[in-house]
Nanobody, 122 residues
Framework: VQLQASGGGLVQPGDSLRLSCAAS????????VAWFRQTPGKEREFVGI????????NYIDSVKGRFTISRDNAKNTVYLQMNSLKPEDTAVYYC????????????????WGQGTLVTVSS
């Protein structure tokens, strides 16, 4: 099973960016898929999650109203749409799938993407 995260880049504050998490070797619709992010020297932070059907969501407060997770199960892909980006959103973003226990925790997940860097700077 592989998760491939992509779509990161350098953007200015207020811009938008869409990250993708494409799966191979598994049917991604079987799992809730989460996005995490990490900056140097800090722990990986939960950003949000979508359930397997794409109808249940949860986000951290700092991204609510700006970030939206969606999924296209036909394409075996989950997306993270990021709008109104701020410099504090700068991080490496990871997607993760197949958790047990609390989905807030890094250790709960079996499958991880390799990370894609998002830099928000003027």
């Amino acid at each position: 099973v592989q998760l491939q995260a992509s779509g990161g880049g350098l953007v200015q504050p207020g811009d938008s960016l869409r990250l993708s998490c494409a799966a191979s070797g598994t049917t991604l619709s079987r799992y809730g898929v989460a996005w995490f992010r990490q900056t140097p020297g800090k722990e990986r932070e939960f950003v949000g999650i979508v359930d397997g059907k794409g109808v249940g969501f949860n986000y951290i407060d700092s991204v609510k109203g700006r970030f939206t997770i969606s999924r296209d199960n036909a394409k075996n892909t989950v997306y993270l749409q990021m709008n109104s980006l701020k410099p504090e959103d700068t991080a490496v973003y990871y997607c993760a799938a197949h958790y047990s226990g609390s989905y807030y925790y890094v250790g709960a997940y079996i499958y991880w993407g390799q990370g894609t860097l998002v830099t928000v700077s003027s």
